[in-house]
């Protein structure tokens, strides 16, 4: 069955699959034919319902099962269109209902305090935190993933019309329009900051580390945590960045279809979320400033 395991990971390969979807098929679907193997079990719907009572108990979160429940549905299916299989047990295997929570939003506030430390921080003399600066300005002026910001190439920016080519998930590429308060932190970055950071090995990447290197998923990560940190934000990630730039879009008068363009989503109703946080808002606004509230 590892052979089988093995091929269907490189068709997904071959479908442009990212490489963090990848590992987590690899690792679902590694435990899954671990468990039949040690329970000596056939791949059947029993079978999988066992294997998902047993992440359960072991503490697994609801999101955590719906994930291994679709990557086994997902490769009961392909053993089944090979003819590897009679039948396809994943078909009747159920994935548990999330609980659809509303994403964390920074306030427009609290990222002005950001800005402001990070403006007062790039100096011409601080090529890391001129690099710094840039970076969270096209995060949140953009919405776009920290993975596809990390992948950026200078080679990927038009500065005259101010858009840069993002490739996302699936490898699908979009453009993304910025700013002028990105097209500034942008600019002095690439003017001041990149020559010193760049050396004779560097790669054609966009941001570069201190040695030079690209920047990584991690290093914005931190970023961008330990600035939201010391803001009313509290403990928060990049993703609540990409969901505050959707969400302030939305507030400011936004269309719905073109935010969903924006970030990337490929179904309109992942983007609907945000009219949620919208509306949350504005009930809020409301609740506080009218009288007869």
Same mark, same amino acid.
């Given at each position: ?14 479908? $442009? ?25 056939? #791949? ?5 319902? @066992?294997?998902?009572?047993? *992440?359960?108990?072991? $503490? ?18 392909? #053993? ?7 039948? @396809? ?13 509303? !994403? ?22 601080? !090529? ?25 190439? *200078? ?21 993304? !329009?910025? /700013? ?38 991690? *290093? ?9 940190? *010391? ?9 609540? #960045? ?10 400011? /008068? ?40």
């Amino acid at each position: 069955m590892d052979h089988l395991l093995e091929t269907f990971l490189a068709s997904l390969k071959a479908r $442009g699959i990212s490489e963090n979807t990848l590992k987590a098929y690899r690792s679902d679907l590694a435990d899954l034919l671990q468990f039949l193997v040690d329970t000596k079990q056939n #791949l059947s719907l029993d079978a999988l319902r @066992d294997w998902m009572w047993r *992440q359960s108990e072991a $503490g697994a979160s609801k999101s955590t099962l719906a994930r291994k429940t679709s990557s086994a549905k997902a490769f009961t299916e392909y #053993l089944y269109e090979r003819g590897e299989i009679s039948e @396809d047990p994943g078909l009747r295997l159920r994935a548990p209902k999330l609980e659809r929570t509303l !994403p964390k939003v920074a306030s427009e506030k609290s990222l002005a305090e950001v800005f402001s430390k990070l403006i007062e921080q790039a100096t011409p003399d601080n !090529p890391s935190a001129l690099r710094d600066l840039c970076a969270f300005e096209l995060l949140y002026a953009t919405g776009m993933r920290v993975s596809e910001l990390a992948g950026l190439d *200078q080679s990927d920016v038009d500065y005259s019309r101010r858009l840069l080519r993002v490739t996302g998930k699936g490898n699908k590429q979009r453009m993304l !329009p910025y /700013g002028v308060t990105a097209e500034k932190a942008l600019n002095d970055y690439i003017r001041l900051a990149r020559p010193k950071l760049a050396i004779e090995t560097s790669p054609d990447a966009l941001l570069l580390t201190s040695r030079g290197k690209r920047v990584g998923v991690r *290093q914005l990560y931190s970023l961008v945590a330990n600035q939201l940190a *010391q803001t009313a934000t509290g403990s928060a990630g990049p993703h609540t #960045l990409r969901h505050s730039a959707a969400t302030h879009l939305l507030d400011h /008068g936004a269309d719905l279809r073109a935010v969903q363009e924006i970030l990337g989503h490929a179904s309109l109703a992942t983007t609907q979320i945000y009219t949620h946080v919208s509306v949350e808002r504005l009930r809020d606004a409301f609740e506080q400033a009218h009288p007869r509230a």
